[in-house]
């Protein structure tokens, strides 16, 4: 218990306050400290790189032995670590290797078609759902078809009345005010409370209050 | 009241369709609309623009390939603009997914302009743990990339010889689909005040306006709509500005769509569609 508690809560007191006093102390013993836990840091990162390896393989290993639901899942997934790490380990990772090949050629493509299906769930979910059941949804009805034509080129081409008169505004002028006044005002909002949070919740940390870092519930 | 009825309960396979025909077919028969230019891209154009052979800039690309369509166009048009200007172009990724992506974005630019690895540009790669990563990187960048991607050392590379810390960097352009871009603002800029900029994506942009309304950052470029603003202000249209047309009829189909959708929903009596997406 001592080692898993008492030394992990004294070690992130004890940094969150070195670190929070470095922040604000610009003395030659401060960024020495600092230059020195950079230069650890990475190192740590390094070995984290070699934890998970070994943390995602023992996973995997455990769900084929036991032959749980989806082992062979783990399976391929298993095969295609070791061939990555094999094939840049044998043929290095430069154009035209094994590992280059299958970058360029499986996982971006398949990493991007991934992302670009959302599109096509988007439009068809906006179709089925995206109502003007009530006032306050009438209006972000409204601001989302006025910022969707206002940021594609079609927004400034389709704004005839410009032409009548260069002083109204055409619909990217619309898509520009909304980008830059109510979604700012609610984003800082958003963003200031998140920020206010952050700060809570490390104040926790240092202190020992939050423990679930931890792991085991408390 | 029956042709609404099954107009509501459209097959979303053709929805599907519909879309994607109004992706291709723009890419066959290009209208080559005006791109109107954003002051958050001209920002970031404008102060490149004043940047010259002896000034410096980071290219971060923090993205993985799912994003690679929104965010690469972005990059290779900073790229060629900081080799209009000769500036000196240091290009990282703080992502391991990213590294054959930006690999292959300075690369491919470097080519086009016949500039020289190591002289006019250099390729560091990839290192772990972006927070300290950044941090060390605003005391030497030297101690945290000991060699560039391809294992010369740092300090045989003639392009990093003056360069040292964020003293060095006039600009830092960090281009990401995730939140990497605030620790570029919170560890470089608040830290060790490097200006800052940032390529992210079309849904991630109105997340940040505050951080270009408060000054924080030089300029943002938001989705592949900022990629093709940029293509335009470097005159060198490429794939960002092939898009924009698709994109335009994209979101013209949705907005018919969703129109058609609230017509049928008030005529139907406000009755549900079947959450079938």
Request: charged letters at 15%; a neutral charge.
């Amino acid at each position: 218990m001592f080692w898993k508690r008492q030394i992990p809560l004294a070690i992130a007191f004890l940094a969150g306050l070195i670190f929070a006093i470095q922040y604000f102390v610009p003395h030659r013993v401060s960024q020495t400290i600092f230059d020195w836990y950079t230069d650890w840091g990475i190192v740590i990162g390094a070995f984290g790189a070699i934890l998970g390896f070994y943390s995602i393989s023992r996973l995997h290993i455990t769900k084929i032995t036991k032959r749980r639901e989806g082992w062979l899942y783990s399976v391929a997934t298993l095969v295609c670590i070791l061939a990555m790490v094999i094939g840049a380990i044998v043929g290095g990772t430069e154009k035209g290797t094994f590992f280059a090949q299958m970058y360029s050629y499986v996982f971006v493509s398949i990493s991007a078609t991934m992302f670009s299906l959302l599109g096509f769930y988007i439009a068809s979910a906006a179709y089925r759902a995206f109502r003007a059941r009530t006032a306050l949804a009438t209006g972000l009805l409204l601001a989302a078809i006025l910022v969707m034509l206002g940021r594609v080129p079609l927004g400034q081409t389709i704004s005839f009345w410009t032409k009548w008169n260069p002083n109204l505004p055409s619909l990217v002028d619309i898509a520009n005010w909304i980008m830059d006044v109510p979604n700012m005002a609610a984003k800082r909002a958003i963003a200031l409370g998140v920020a206010l949070g952050m700060m809570l919740v490390s104040l926790k940390i240092i202190l020992g209050i939050e423990r679930t870092y931890l792991g085991g519930g408390d | 009241m029956k042709f609404i009825e099954k107009l509501m309960s459209i097959d979303r396979r053709i929805i599907y369709i519909l879309i994607a025909l109004a992706i291709i077919i723009p890419f066959f028969v290009p209208m080559g609309l005006p791109i109107p230019i954003t002051k958050e891209v001209e920002s970031i154009y404008n102060y490149i623009e004043d940047l010259g052979p002896n000034d410096a800039i980071i290219i971060s690309n923090d993205y993985d390939p799912q994003t690679k369509p929104e965010l690469y166009p972005m990059v290779k048009a900073i790229i060629r603009h900081a080799f209009d200007r000769e500036v000196k172009v240091i290009v990282m990724t703080l992502i391991v997914t990213g590294v054959g992506l930006a690999e292959e974005a300075v690369k491919e630019v470097a080519d086009e302009y016949g500039m020289v690895n190591g002289k006019d540009y250099c390729f560091l790669g990839y290192r772990p743990g972006w927070g300290l990563l950044i941090l060390g990187m605003g005391v030497d960048i030297h101690t945290q990339f000991p060699t560039d991607y391809y294992g010369t050392p740092i300090k045989d590379i003639p392009v990093m010889a003056d360069i040292h810390n964020f003293d060095d960097i006039d600009l830092v352009l960090s281009f990401s689909g995730s939140s990497i871009v605030v620790s570029w603002l919170t560890m470089a800029k608040e830290r060790f005040g490097q200006n800052i900029a940032w390529g992210v994506t079309g849904v991630m942009a109105p997340d940040y306006y505050i951080y270009l309304q408060s000054g924080q950052i030089v300029g943002m470029l938001g989705g592949l709509k900022g990629a093709a603003e940029y293509e335009t202000l470097i005159n060198k249209p490429d794939t960002a500005t092939a898009g924009m047309d698709a994109q335009s009829w994209a979101h013209v189909i949705i907005i018919v769509f969703i129109l058609i959708g609230n017509i049928g929903f008030f005529i139907t009596g406000k009755k549900n569609l079947k959450p079938n997406i």
